[in-house]
């Protein structure tokens, strides 16, 4: 697997391939989540000539660097680690050595060559395609084409890679493009060969006289033959060349209430996001998980696709005491060795503490009916007598005399014709409280927290978009709209909205005074 480095949880440095022959070209790819910040390629000069740099979007808000480096000789060469905006890339080693040589026969001014890191694949596996265009001669313009096969999809990824080899004896110049390959059903597979059609660059001599410099050249056809899904097989399909996971946080602590993450990290030699199954949450005994949205990252690492997964999970305890948190487990099929594996995550255990005073827990139900008592009524001594003291009697008299006054007040209420509470008042819920919704901004979904700010909101919100305009704070109307987006139309990553969400509604929310309406000057004129 190719060097990769996690310097920082969104900031990651790794090279296409480990390993490469003197003369040709490696790509160091630069992903950050850093607005506005590029990779500082300085401290790369001095052992490498450096290809154009390039930059595109990548998933979510992160941005994709990329550049390709020329090794100036040969050996372990280290890629020292680079500024990007306030962090720094880990270093990267890169071998260089003629062992690792597969030189081409040379084949005039111009000639093809294509590698497909696996000529026996399964179906459904993905297969990374790469195709190189040698050029001896100076090119004005060119055209490299690769036709998918039939019972195939291919796709072109990422951006062409330039460099320069000597084969033979003499300089070739060489432009690598790579595809994503997946084979659609079994049997053989055959794979057109690559095509290129350019314009030379000819001298004085040569326009003079009008030489044709037109230039084209044809790979090999390739045959591939697709292995079926093997019988037994684990479900869902899953080869790959291997499958690794991590824990990108585990904590071994914990309080009842309060949710703790668990961030579960896979890395799938030969997978794209779309064949990949979802990270399941665990089913832990004793708590409530939430699951986000997976994040992925799929890039070409040595020959071939390599994906990168990243799935948070908020574990609120429902009690204090030990608490099992079984770590995931996901099995696949082994494409080298032809056999059934399973990568697993040891489970946690986590220490759960009482919670906090005042904290929203989940109130464990009485075992038995609490006994009822009337408000009148006063507990008294078996025996039927009150006690000798008299601060106790003057305590009890008052008490008496309290209630006393009150049945009468209810009395005169009641008499006069009005109600104490009208209907609507009596079955009207208690407004939620802050706690409520911390609680719900820790562990519940958002549709849970949308729902309780319409109840906090006065008068009631019928909708989002209620709540929004009743907001006053200006950031949080912008971290629910963030959330909404994130959520609904797959606009910046769920995690960094939740985030968000609850910093902007620590203390509460923010609602707008409500409209003060003057009362009327005059009686009307004429009263009903």
């Not at 790369?44 to 660097?65: C, I, K, V």
């Not at 004005?140 to 080899?165: C, F, K, N």
């Not at 008299?397 to 209420?413: D, E, N, P, S, V």
Request: net charge negative; hydrophobic share 40%; proline share 11%.
């Amino acid at each position: 697997m190719a060097g990769l480095s996690t310097a920082h949880a969104e900031t990651r440095a790794w090279l296409d391939r480990n390993a490469i022959a003197p003369g040709e070209a490696v790509t160091l790819n630069i992903e950050t989540d850093q607005p506005g910040s590029a990779p500082d390629y300085t401290p790369l000069r001095d052992a490498f000539t450096l290809g154009p740099p390039y930059r595109s979007p990548a998933t979510g808000n992160r941005t994709l660097f990329g550049i390709a480096l020329t090794p100036r000789r040969e050996g372990a060469v280290d890629i020292p680690a680079l500024q990007v905006g306030a962090e720094r890339t880990a270093p990267q080693k890169l071998s260089v050595s003629a062992a690792h040589a597969s030189a081409p026969v040379p084949r005039g001014d111009v000639f093809l060559e294509s590698r497909v890191d696996d000529p026996a694949p399964y179906v459904q596996q993905s297969l990374g395609l790469t195709v190189r265009l040698y050029y001896a001669t100076p090119l004005l313009s060119g055209e490299l084409a690769q036709d998918a096969p039939d019972g195939a999809s291919l796709q072109r990824i990422g951006d062409d890679v330039q460099s320069s080899r000597e084969i033979g004896g003499r300089r070739y110049h060489v432009v690598e493009r790579r595809y994503l390959l997946v084979p659609e059903r079994s049997g053989p597979l055959e794979l057109p060969p690559s095509r290129f059609r350019g314009q030379g660059a000819g001298g004085f001599f040569d326009d003079f006289f009008g030489t044709d410099r037109s230039l084209s050249a044809q790979g090999a056809a390739q045959t591939l033959q697709v292995r079926p899904q093997p019988d037994g097989a684990p479900q869902p399909w899953l080869p790959l060349r291997d499958l690794e996971l991590e824990y990108g946080a585990r904590p071994d602590r914990a309080r009842a209430g309060e949710a703790v993450e668990i961030v579960v990290e896979a890395v799938a030699q030969g997978a794209t996001a779309a064949q990949f199954p979802e990270i399941p949450a665990p089913q832990v005994e004793g708590a409530q998980v939430f699951a986000d949205r997976a994040e992925t990252t799929e890039r070409f690492v040595d020959g071939g696709p390599q994906l990168t997964v990243v799935r948070r999970f908020s574990v609120v305890p429902l009690r204090p005491g030990p608490l099992r948190v079984p770590g995931t487990r996901l099995a696949w099929w082994d494409v080298a060795a032809g056999s059934a594996q399973v990568a697993s995550l040891p489970d946690l255990s986590l220490e759960v503490a009482p919670g906090v005073a005042g904290a929203s827990q989940a109130a464990p139900a009485p075992t038995t009916a609490p006994p009822t008592t009337s408000p009148a009524t006063i507990a008294l001594p078996a025996d039927g007598t009150l006690p000798r003291s008299p601060w106790f009697r003057v305590a009890v008299a008052f008490a008496l005399l309290w209630l006393a006054t009150l049945a009468w007040m209810l009395w005169r209420k009641r008499g006069s014709g009005h109600p104490v509470l009208a209907a609507g008042e009596r079955d009207r819920p208690a407004v939620p409280s802050t706690a409520d919704l911390r609680r719900l901004l820790d562990a519940g979904s958002f549709d849970e927290v949308v729902g309780l700010l319409q109840r906090m909101a006065v008068p009631a919100a019928a909708d989002l978009d209620g709540v929004i305009a009743r907001l006053d704070d200006p950031s949080q109307r912008d971290a629910l709209d963030a959330m909404r987006r994130a959520l609904w139309a797959g606009q910046g990553e769920p995690s960094a909205a939740r985030a968000a969400l609850r910093a902007a509604f620590r203390d509460g929310p923010r609602w707008r005074a409500p409209p003060v309406v003057d009362p009327a000057p005059l009686p009307p004129l004429y009263p009903p």
